[in-house]
């Protein structure tokens, strides 16, 4: 793999945004600015790479930005990028700027989009985690997921201030896409009745058992924790079949959705982005390209992009094991 000399990043995030995306970007600018290199903020992701809507960044773009949610490069999903006709306007544009390489912050449609740049314009380009669902390989924690593990718990245990004053039985939606890993971190830190995730189709007939077993042993709140995408159904279609089979519950329904987006970042998705955002850079200059950068027991370590995105990130099944065990 030929070493390409940079002095030119584009930095950009993409798809859903994540708490820690800003930590990232500003980690990314002052490595640049560290090794005397040029960074431009390519807005509103690839979409702002077609449009033309890249600009050069300076200490101002990056003051204040690390404790705030969101992304101040803004975020877009672009339909036209995924054509050979949009990536060939993006490609010119760069060029037109002088960039040498890109950042790009976000999931695995986000990385794909590096990945495919690189293989058709041999743009070199390193993608950073960014996102709360934790579902991409080559990393213990996604950027933000974290903070959305923390948002849903203090969300949950605010719920449980009413369950248990009026006796009810709620349902609780949480965030994850297709991967259950906010859910089981979020049940087990709320001390859920139940969770129900993606990875495991849970018989309607054992949750109802369960529920049935915490009625005798006179627990006065139950919550079950329900990820979006699961087998069984939503948290609604959920809570309607139990309503049949126990009618004497005060059943209630409460879907977080993009509450769980929002946020300061936690200390924890504060540094990893940090180390990430400046391990792009540095990757970069060591000419590792077509990669995503990670943390894996608290060393970075770097990822083939394809590998990242394809490979079957489970949930710990000791995780599940420990919540089983909670919820008895």
Do not use: W
Not at 22 to 34: D, E, K, M
Not at 138 to 153: E, R
Not at 154 to 163: F, G, L, S, V
Not at 293 to 309: R, S
């Amino acid at each position: 793999m030929e070493l390409k000399t940079i002095k030119k990043i584009g930095v950009l995030t993409s798809g859903g945004d994540a708490p820690g995306m800003n930590a990232a970007i500003r980690a990314a600018v002052r490595a640049g600015f560290y090794y005397n290199l040029d960074m431009y903020g390519i807005y509103r992701g690839y979409e702002g790479m077609i449009q033309n809507d890249i600009k050069k960044l300076d200490s101002r773009n990056i003051t204040h930005v690390l404790e705030r949610g969101g992304t101040f490069l803004k975020s877009a999903r672009s339909e036209e990028f995924r054509t050979p006709e949009g990536r060939k306007k993006a490609y010119a544009n760069l060029k037109a700027h002088g960039i040498d390489a890109l950042i790009v912050i976000g999931g695995d449609g986000s990385l794909t989009g590096a990945h495919l740049f690189y293989q058709e314009y041999g743009i070199p380009a390193i993608g950073l985690p960014g996102t709360i669902d934790n579902d991409l390989s080559g990393t213990d924690s996604t950027i933000g997921f974290d903070t959305a593990c923390n948002t849903a718990i203090e969300a949950i245990d605010k719920i449980r201030d009413t369950a248990t004053s009026h006796d009810r039985l709620f349902f609780v939606e949480v965030m994850g896409r297709d991967a259950g890993f906010i859910a089981v971190n979020a049940g087990i830190g709320s001390a859920a009745a139940a969770i129900l995730i993606p990875e495991n189709k849970t018989p309607i007939e054992s949750l109802i058992e369960k529920l049935k077993s915490r009625t005798k042993a006179m627990k006065t709140s139950n919550i079950v924790i329900v990820a979006e995408g699961g087998k069984s159904g939503s948290a609604q279609e959920i809570a309607d079949k139990v309503k049949k089979f126990l009618p004497y519950y005060d059943i209630k329904v409460t879907i977080l959705g993009h509450l769980q987006r929002g946020g300061a970042p936690t200390s924890f998705d504060r540094l990893l982005a940090s180390k990430l955002g400046v391990a792009a850079v540095e990757g970069l200059m060591q000419g590792k390209y077509d990669v995503m950068a990670g943390l894996i027991n608290h060393k970075v370590v770097f990822t083939p992009i394809v590998k990242a995105i394809v490979d079957d990130k489970k949930v710990d099944e000791d995780d599940l094991r420990v919540a089983n065990i909670l919820s008895t």
